[in-house]
């Protein structure tokens, strides 16, 4: 009943920049807190960066000063602003959400999206 869609993924050179999107739709009562994960081939998968619903963020020190989120309440949406991008960066990126479904529930589910490519050419 919950779907997280992201969008942004893509090719870009080193010193690029890309955004990523992520939307959450469905059974929502509200949102306590959104993220971004990031997992390369061969690799485990990594937090890069978290945001509350009022609005404290979080960021790895791998992205520090380099990657920005935020996020837009009356759009369910996340965003994750990439500058200054490093071959390094190269992996799949998840969102995931920590949802209420309804008024009154006692626990917060966690959904995740289906993630989104982002490929940085040296």
């Known amino acids: 009943q919950v779907q997280l869609v992201e969008s942004g993924g893509g090719l870009v050179q080193a010193g690029g920049s890309l955004r990523l999107s992520c939307a959450a739709s469905?059974?929502?009562?509200?949102?306590?807190?959104m993220g971004w994960y990031r997992q390369a081939p061969g690799k485990q998968r990594e937090l890069v960066a978290t945001?509350?619903?009022?609005?404290?963020?979080n960021h790895a020190d791998s992205v520090e000063g380099r990657f920005t989120i935020s996020r837009d309440n009356a759009k369910n949406t996340v965003y994750l602003q990439m500058s200054s991008l490093k071959p390094d960066d190269t992996a799949v990126y998840y969102c995931?959400?920590?949802?209420?479904?309804?008024?009154?529930?006692?626990?917060?589910?966690?959904?995740w999206g289906q993630g989104t490519q982002v490929t940085v050419s040296s």
């Open positions: 995931n959400a920590k949802i209420e479904p309804y008024r009154g529930a006692v626990v917060s589910l966690t959904f």
């Open positions: 469905g059974s929502i009562f509200s949102i306590n807190a």
């Open positions: 945001i509350t619903s009022g609005a404290s963020t």
